[in-house]
């Protein structure tokens, strides 16, 4: 422990006083002041300061790992606001499709519409998007979304009778779920 001694300036005694007494603490004990050993406090004090730097570092390591993982994300799925607008324009060319199917299968509208479509369809499978497969496959809340239920004798209760928007995945995520009609089972 540090000492600080004072001065009288009327000549009185010299006192010896402590960290602890001016900050307000009960005078230590003088024996065992004189027995400690300075070398275990500053050890002490290294082996903390050590361990807060490690901590320090570890911590400001994992900062940039999570910063790099976010920028990954960030540029992997930079597409998908970009992407979710030309579904929107796919889902209005496949209706024109099918009301250009409506004048014949061999009409060149028809068929220039559909290479058109493929071309499309090919172009966002290229950019990681793909279609989810929904008729006949059990319902699934994280893949579809029921806007209806009705009776069925061919489909099983809870499974998905028709698709009235296609929903679409991007990469790993999805971008927007199948509309569907689901089957309640046979009709009572």
């Known amino acids: 422990m540090t000492k600080i001694s004072k001065d009288k300036p009327d000549g009185a005694k010299e006192r010896s006083t402590s960290l602890p007494e001016l900050a307000g603490a009960a005078p230590s004990n003088v024996d065992q002041t004189e027995t400690e050993d300075p070398m275990a406090g500053l050890q002490a004090d290294l082996d903390r300061f050590r361990d807060l730097a490690l901590r320090s570092q570890a911590d400001f390591e994992n900062y940039k790992k999570r910063c ?10 930079a597409n998908s606001s970009l992407l979710e607008r030309l579904v929107a324009i796919v889902d209005n060319f496949e209706l024109g499709l099918s009301a250009a199917r409506g004048e014949g299968e061999d009409s060149p509208i028809y068929s220039g519409m559909r290479l058109v479509l493929k071309q499309l369809n090919d172009f966002l499978a290229e950019n990681g998007l793909q279609p989810i497969d929904a008729v006949s496959q059990k319902f699934d809340p994280n893949l579809h979304e029921a806007i209806a239920h009705e009776p069925s004798e061919e489909f099983p209760e809870g499974t998905v009778i028709r ?17 569907v009609v689901v089957s309640s089972g046979p009709a009572k």
């Open 68 to 77: 790099a993982r976010e920028k990954e994300e960030a540029i992997k799925y």
């Open 163 to 179: 698709q009235m928007r296609r929903g679409y995945k991007f990469k790993d995520r999805l971008l927007r779920p199948s509309s």
